[in-house]
Structure formats: structure tokens, C-alpha cells
């Protein structure tokens, strides 16, 4: 491959590609069909999540395992045991989506799915639906943690953060689809003591069908060109990331873009070349472990990433869709209504909320988007709290307040879905340089999945103890966003995962600037003349350097 001229492109390459947003996305057509078919591993993640809440309400369950069915604790249990999977998984697969690829790895993860989902259908013990939801939930770790990372890689800049943005839309998906499933078969048999067995036993196991088809699909997906690169595959990493742009490989655009990731990667080899000098494997992967703690540009990031995770749970999200029908029933809803409410309409909300934020993320902004987002989230908790407060022993007489208190529910669903429910996939998959990333998103993700295990626990003892002081605790945490975005999130919009090191430091030292300096020689990176950032220029620039190359 031969250099390319142009600091123009090198400049530019954020907008090279074409528009943000959706016009980005129906140009780049090809990508955003990858992207949709990776991202049924959301789905699975969705699916899973929902599907146990309505199982565990069938009267066939009950009849079936009647000591879960009669102990709280042991069903809190069944609910949490995935996420505590999921911890596991996510943590395990960045070493594994570093070695075997992040293609590989996902379908690794739905091997292992489809094992827990056989066994949760055909369980015959309470033990048995423990190990199963275990084994399910690593593997949904593990799909939470490379889907986000795979899109990230794949996508022109312009457009990353709406592809990526994909996962959450999936997951809404997955949980919409389970609740209404186990909405229509919960009456195969009636919903009595004639219910059949069918009626819990068949959601289970409808969840092997995307299963089976991402698993046979991911034989047909690319590999990431940066996985490709760090692997010494640069030939082909190049021929991967011309199919994946659509344009000729003369093109100085893709030129400019393989370049900056060849470059990234040099730099990566030169800088731990002279730290694993005669290290086993082993101690290289714990020394990139240890350095998201030990070096500061690192750190950073990795605070960021584990930040975002741990409030993204603590503003309480999993607390309204876990206990979302406690709640209501709070209020004086009852029967049907409750479901249809609490999961079905919530679910709903959670979806179309999400769209807004693949449209438009490229375009708005990673901050903008979180800040507004933990505003409205901020004032549904204040008043959903507050109307607890005042009313929750007259319900029953003040119906109105009741509505206003599930109407205010949904806002905050709204809110969360389509700010950090997104932007909590899209930063850290983005942030980190190409040694660690995928070690460094595990650890993000992993983090997610403890936060959420924590806050199923503790949400039900909350409600009980402290009733509306609950949502005060997580309004607490929805205006800590506001304040740490504003002071301390940096905008990653637009900019090339190879250049996040101009935001976040990286190679601001004397020895790396000029390392970094040399390698950008050595690749004719630098031969080149300035132009205006205009992108009429820019795009000028484009044809004239793809004619000359």
C-alpha cells in the first residue's frame, strides 16, 4: 500500500465519510445492515433480561418449582444470578475478543447462550434454573462487551456513535419481545391450574431462534480491520476496510484511515515493546491490566468507562424495570393493568425513545445528549419521589396524583433511553488505544453488570424501608451526572478512535511526541500541505488526492 499525500484527509477524516446522523447511516447502507445483524446480540441480552419476570408470575412455574415460587429471596435471586453471569462474562471476553477476535468471540458467546437457554427450558430443579441462568448470563456478558467494541471498529467516525448506539436499541427489542411473549402465553392452558407447562417453558426456549441465527451469521461477518492490524494482518485489514467503505481502494480517504490505525498501532508496539521485553504472555496481559490504573492518560478513561457504568445503573433504571410493577401497585393499579403499564408500556417508551439517539448522536454529541438526559431524568425522580411523599397512604382517593406519578415513570424511561442509555455503550468502546481496548471495555462492562446486581438487590429493601426516600437516593446520582458531564466527561464526537489521545493525553511525553512524530514520517503521513477545514475544500482535497494516488 503506498503513502498517501494529504494532511487535508488526515484532518478531515471525521467528516470524510459524508454526513452525520441518518442521512450518514442511509448512505453508509452496507455498515448500518452489519451493524443491525450484530446487534441482535443485544436482543439475546433484552430477551433474557425480560422474559424471567413474566415466567416467574405463571401459575404452571409455580405449580412446577413451588419453593421459588413462594420465596422472595430465592427469586431475587434467580433474577440477579444472570448479571452476576454477565459480570463474569464481560470481564473473560476482553482477553478472548484480543486473541480470537471479536467476531469469533460472539459466536463463542452464543454457543455458550444456547446451552444456558436448552437448560433454563428443560429445567426440572431450582438448581438446575440457577446454573442455567448463570451460563446464560455469561455469555450475555460476554455479547454486551465485543458488540459495542466490533461496531465501534467497523464504523467511520462520522457515524460511530449511532451504530454503536444499535445495542441499546436491540436490548429494548429483546425486552419488549419477552414481555408480550409471556403476555399471549401465559394463556396456553388458561392462567389457572390448567395452565400448561408450555406456557413458561416455551419463551424460554423461543430465545435459541436469534440465538441460532447471529451464530450462523457471524460465519459471514468481517473481522475488524483494527483486530486485523494488531494481528500483523495488514493486507488484509486493508482489504476489510475498503469492502466496509465502499469506495476504491485508490481512494485517500481509506488510505488515510489505514494509515492512522497502522500508525496507532506502531506506536502501541514501540511504546510496550521496551516494557515486555521477555515477558510471558500472561504478564503482558496483566501489565496492560494494570496499566488502565497506572498510567494517567489510562486511568482517566478507565474512570470515565466504569463512571458511566456504575451511575448509569444508580440512576435507577433496572430499579423501574425490575420493580416497575411494585411500584405501580403502589399507586393503586391492580390486575392486568399493571402489566400492560408497568412492563408493556414502559417497554414500548424504552424503544422509541432510543431512535432519536441513533439518529441524531453523531450530530448532537455525546455530552449535550447526557446532560439534557440527566436533567429529565433528575426532575421525573424529584416528582415521582415527591408525589410519594405526599400521597402514599391516600392513593386510593387521589387518582390523579396516582397518574401523574406513572405518567412521570415513563419520562424518566424516556429520558434515560435515549441519553445514557445509549452513550454508556458508545464512550467506552471508543476511548481507548488498540493494546487495551478490548481488556479496558471489559472491565467498563463488567462494572455495569455489578452495578446492576446491586441495585436489584437492594432496590426491594429500599421501597420497604425507605418507600419515596428511593427516589431521592437515585435523583442524587441523576444530578451527580450532570455535574461530573459538564466538569469532567470530555465531547468524543466525530473524532477517530486513533486520534482519542489528543483528548485524553497518551503520547504528550517528549519520548512518545517524538516517536509518534517519527512513525508518522516513516508512513509519509506528514509530506503533506495544509488546507482549509472548509468542507467543500476538504471534499475538493478528497478527488484530487484519490486521482493522485
Known amino acids: 500500500m503506498s503513502p498517501v499525500t494529504g494532511a487535508a484527509v488526515s484532518g478531515n477524516l471525521a467528516n470524510a465519510y459524508g454526513p452525520s446522523g441518518y442521512k450518514g447511516l442511509i448512505k453508509e447502507h452496507y455498515i448500518l445492515a452489519l451493524a443491525c445483524f450484530a446487534s441482535m446480540g443485544g436482543v439475546l441480552f433484552g430477551y433474557d433480561q425480560g422474559v424471567i419476570s413474566g415466567v416467574l408470575v405463571m401459575n404452571s412455574f409455580a405449580k412446577e418449582f413451588p419453593a421459588l415460587a413462594s420465596s422472595p429471596t430465592l427469586q431475587g435471586w434467580m433474577v440477579s444470578v444472570l448479571t452476576l453471569g454477565a459480570m463474569f462474562g464481560a470481564f473473560i471476553n476482553g482477553p478472548i475478543s484480543d486473541r480470537f477476535s471479536r467476531r469469533w468471540s460472539i459466536l463463542y458467546a452464543n454457543v455458550i447462550f444456547l446451552i444456558g437457554s436448552v437448560l433454563q427450558c428443560a429445567a426440572q430443579s431450582v438448581a438446575m434454573i440457577f446454573v442455567a441462568r448463570f451460563i446464560a448470563g455469561l455469555a450475555v456478558g460476554m455479547l454486551s462487551m465485543v458488540v459495542p467494541l ?49 406456557a413458561w417453558r416455551l419463551p424460554l426456549a423461543l430465545q435459541c431462534v436469534p440465538s441460532l441465527v447471529l451464530a450462523v451469521g457471524t460465519f459471514f461477518l468481517p473481522y475488524s480491520p483494527r483486530w486485523l492490524m494488531n494481528r500483523g494482518r495488514e493486507d488484509e485489514a486493508f482489504e476489510t476496510l475498503v469492502r466496509l467503505r465502499r469506495v476504491s481502494p485508490n481512494d485517500a480517504r481509506v488510505k488515510m484511515e489505514m494509515l492512522e490505525i497502522k500508525a496507532a498501532r506502531m506506536f502501541e508496539q514501540e511504546t510496550t515493546g521496551t516494557k515486555n521485553d521477555g515477558k510471558s504472555a500472561f504478564k503482558i496481559a496483566l501489565s496492560e491490566y494494570l496499566e488502565l490504573i497506572t498510567l494517567p492518560h489510562l486511568r482517566k478513561r478507565t474512570i470515565i468507562a466504569c463512571l458511566l457504568q456504575i451511575i448509569q445503573q444508580f440512576t435507577g433504571i433496572n430499579a423501574i424495570i425490575y420493580y416497575a410493577p411494585q411500584i405501580f401497585q403502589s399507586i393503586g393499579l391492580s390486575g392486568n393493568s399493571v402489566n400492560l403499564l408497568a412492563t408493556g408500556v414502559v417497554g414500548i417508551i424504552n424503544f422509541c425513545s432510543t431512535i432519536p439517539a441513533i439518529l441524531f448522536l453523531d450530530r448532537w454529541g455525546r455530552r449535550k445528549i447526557l446532560i439534557v438526559g440527566a436533567i429529565g431524568m433528575s426532575i421525573s425522580q424529584l416528582m415521582v419521589g415527591t408525589l410519594f411523599a ?70 426491594p429493601r429500599m421501597l420497604h424501608s425507605i418507600t419515596f426516600g428511593t427516589f431521592y437516593f437515585f435523583l442524587v446520582f441523576c444530578l451527580g451526572l450532570i455535574v461530573w458531564v459538564y466538569f469532567g466527561v470530555p465531547e468524543t464526537k466525530g473524532i477517530p478512535i486513533e486520534e482519542m ?34 468542507k467543500n475544500d476538504a471534499t475538493a482535497c478528497f478527488v484530487e488526492e484519490a486521482g493522485n494516488a
Open 390 to 459: 405526599v400521597y402514599q397512604h391516600s392513593w386510593l382517593t387521589h387518582t390523579a396524583a396516582g397518574w401523574a406519578a406513572c405518567v412521570f415513570v415513563w419520562i424518566y424511561t424516556s429520558n434515560f433511553a435515549f441519553s445514557i442509555g445509549c452513550v454508556n455503550w458508545v464512550l467506552p468502546s471508543e476511548m481507548f488505544p488498540p493494546a487495551t481496548r478490548g481488556k479496558a471495555v471489559g472491565v467498563a462492562i463488567a462494572c455495569n453488570w455489578l452495578s446492576n446486581f446491586v441495585v436489584a438487590l437492594i432496590t
Open 501 to 534: 489521545d489528543k483528548i485524553f493525553g497518551g503520547n504528550a511525553g517528549e519520548a512518545d511526541y517524538q516517536r509518534m512524530a517519527d512513525i508518522r514520517v516513516r508512513l509519509g503521513m506528514d509530506q503533506t500541505r495544509d488546507i482549509s477545514d472548509d
Open 150 to 198: 466490533y461496531l465501534s471498529e467497523l464504523a467511520p467516525p462520522n457515524i460511530r456513535g449511532s451504530l454503536v448506539a444499535l445495542q441499546q436499541l436491540a436490548i429494548t427489542i429483546g425486552i419488549m419481545v419477552a414481555f408480550w411473549l409471556d403476555y399471549g402465553t401465559q394463556y396456553i392452558g388458561g392462567t389457572g391450574d390448567g395452565q400448561k407447562q408450555i
